[in-house]
């Protein structure tokens, strides 16, 4: 039975760019470019939930919208495209930023062609793919937090749960609990540790020494 390949769209103002990377995409098997626009306004006038892809690939540096306001956009209107980001740069406010977003991977444009077939397998199955500077990135960022932050034994409960390959609704039933209450510890630490994204979670929980690695 044949399986429908993932659905990709590519956000990116260079078109020669845009042109190799479709090209580079067509020819992994399961993947396929739908449609292209140069800019987040472009975007959102062909995105519609009869467009909607599964991935988007995202370039940070646009002219009239931008990535960043591009993936604010997406997480209003469309929170369930999984964004990976493209990138010329290792710039690390604009990581920290678009991590915040929620986004689900982190591409260097010069990157090899292996690592963007690897970070589309990781994404289209629910995972995250980070090269090794966004995890510097970030790290440095918890490293340099102010002040120590006080977790109750619940939040570090959930944290030690965030650290595995449970989904959220799984942590709720280890924990007892309603989804909505997960829900709630995850905002709530995303609040206090100024993290916007599960790998931050469980970046914080590997340097606080409550998961082992």
């Known amino acids: 039975m ?52 599964h991935i988007l690939l995202l370039d940070i540096n646009m002219p009239q919208m931008n990535g960043v306001d591009t993936a604010h956009w997406l997480k209003t209107n469309y929170p369930e495209v999984k964004i990976i980001v493209l990138s010329m740069f290792e710039d690390a406010d604009k990581v920290l930023a678009m991590l915040k977003l929620g986004v689900k991977g982190y591409l260097l444009k010069d990157a090899e062609p292996h690592e963007f077939e690897q970070a589309l397998h990781k994404v289209a199955n629910n995972e995250v793919y980070f090269p090794q500077f966004v995890t510097k990135h970030l790290v440095y960022n918890i490293n340099n937090a102010p002040g120590k932050i006080k977790l109750n034994s619940r939040e570090v409960e959930f944290l030690k749960l965030a650290g595995t390959e449970l989904t959220y609704k799984e942590i709720a039933d280890q924990m007892c609990i309603s989804a909505r209450t997960v829900d709630g510890y995850r905002d709530q630490l995303f609040d206090k540790l100024q993290i916007k994204s599960r790998v931050g979670l469980v970046l914080y929980a590997i340097k606080n020494k409550l998961i082992e690695v």
């Open 2 to 53: 044949l399986t429908q390949a993932t659905q990709i769209v590519l956000v990116d103002d260079h078109r020669l760019f845009r042109s190799g990377m479709a090209a580079l995409i067509n020819s992994l098997p399961g993947y396929k470019i739908i449609y292209e626009a140069s800019n987040g306004i472009e975007l959102s006038r062909k995105l519609t939930s009869k467009t909607k892809p």
